[in-house]
């Protein structure tokens, strides 16, 4: 992870900057706003090329601001201000796609927490790039994307400035017109575009989206094993008290159904359970069969289960390097492990897969490689032992 991170300070950075959530404050002077940040990341130790682009309703934007922007390379996005979240987002996937990692983004918003954090954590969780944020208001909650450092949005630009790279190749198209497609490369030509008939005309006909569009909202099946992770260790930590041993089921089934459906996807690994759950409460028959198949027994009260069985996974995953995959069998792990294992797998790359009792009603914001209903888990391979053994007793009827 450090070699990687030590290769993304002298990588790109990519900016997207919302100017109406965050505006150059009164008595700052616009020319600031390149050097401050690359101040800011400097002070970091980052010393990459620096891309910046500025969304917003440029109509309403002082011609003296869009000059000394564009006098330090920073490119100007014409956008109504209700959709800025939804293509800077888009700008974002497609920067994403044309430059892998190591590199770096900065988002400069106040909608982190309402707009881009669900399917951003997402997209984190897959590939990971160094991400910064700035913001004039503080998110009131924990975010599920990590961030590498935040700053407030007037306390950045009062801080270190750094001398601007040369951006002549950026200047080219620095002026651009989302709604007409059209690049300008001088403040009059813009200002000029944006006050004719010809654009108002292509505000109308050509409205741009004024949501999110997720590029994650699919990414819900159950995928073949990847060569690095198909005979890799997998560990399970299982919740027993939201996903119990069904009623009448051979509790030595549970390691062979769940290697079982490990299989089914390619993953032929040494696979670790533990079972936490108020074990008082266990029938005796099952911890003994259980411990029999080699699952490990942990006691927990209820309100501790979800505690520790992430404390396990920590545990787990730090004595345990990529690639390797991690399962959850719990119900309430959207709610109160979700985010925690979002992070996690940002930090550090890891399988995750995910049984629960009953579908959730949306998509996790935990990006699984497998998910199964619990009960239809055991059940299947259950089936499918006992249709082994009623052929088995065919044959041996035969024989006679």
């Not at 800011?40 to 000059?67: C, M, N, W």
């Not at 027993?240 to 459906?261: H, K, Q």
């Not at 996807?265 to 028959?285: C, M, N």
Request: aromatic share 10%.
């Amino acid at each position: 992870m450090s070699g990687k991170n030590d290769a993304a300070k002298t990588g790109k950075i990519a900016v997207w900057w919302d100017m109406k959530d965050c505006p150059v404050p009164e008595g700052i002077d616009d020319h600031r706003v390149r050097p401050s940040i690359e101040g800011a990341f400097k002070e970091q130790g980052y010393s990459g090329p620096v891309s910046i682009t500025a969304y917003g309703d440029q109509k309403q934007t002082p011609e003296h601001v869009l000059r000394a922007l564009s006098s330090t390379g920073v490119a100007v996005v014409h956008i109504g201000s209700e959709s800025t979240c939804a293509v800077m987002y888009l700008d974002m996937v497609k920067w994403r796609e044309d430059n892998p990692p190591p590199a770096t983004m900065m988002i400069i918003t106040n909608q982190m927490l309402d707009v881009f954090n669900w399917d951003l954590a997402r997209l984190q969780q897959r590939t990971s790039y160094n991400i910064f944020l700035a913001y004039s208001i503080r998110p009131v909650a924990a975010l599920f994307v990590y961030t590498r450092k935040e700053w407030l949005w007037e306390k950045l630009l009062h801080g270190t400035t750094s001398t601007s790279v040369d951006t002549a190749g950026e200047l080219s198209t620095v002026f651009h017109c989302e709604f007409c497609s059209l690049d300008c490369q001088s403040v009059k030509s813009f200002k000029k575009h944006l006050s004719t008939k010809k654009h108002a005309i292509e505000e109308v006909l050509n409205p741009q989206p004024t949501q999110l569009i997720s590029v994650t909202k699919r990414w819900g099946k159950n995928y073949a094993a990847t060569p690095e992770y198909a005979t890799a260790k997998i560990h399970v930590s299982w919740d027993m008290s939201e996903c119990p041993i069904p009623d009448g089921y051979d509790a030595r089934r549970v390691r062979p159904s769940l290697e079982g459906a490990f299989k089914e996807l390619g993953y032929s690994g040494p696979v670790s359970i533990t079972a936490f759950g108020d074990h008082k409460q266990t029938p005796e028959r099952h911890l003994h069969a259980l411990s029999s198949t080699g699952i490990d027994v942990a006691h927990a009260l209820p309100e501790f289960i979800y505690s520790r069985m992430f404390d396990d996974l920590k545990q787990w995953r730090d004595n345990n390097p990529t690639p390797t995959t991690m399962m959850i069998i719990s119900d309430g792990a959207e709610i109160l492990l979700g985010g925690c294992l979002a992070r996690l797998k940002q930090l550090k790359k890891y399988n995750l897969f995910w049984a629960y009792s009953f579908r959730p009603w949306k998509m996790s914001v935990m990006l699984t490689s497998a998910e199964w209903l619990w009960d239809s888990l055991l059940a299947e391979r259950m089936f499918s032992r006992e249709q082994a053994v009623e052929e088995s007793c065919l044959v041996e009827v035969e024989k006679l």
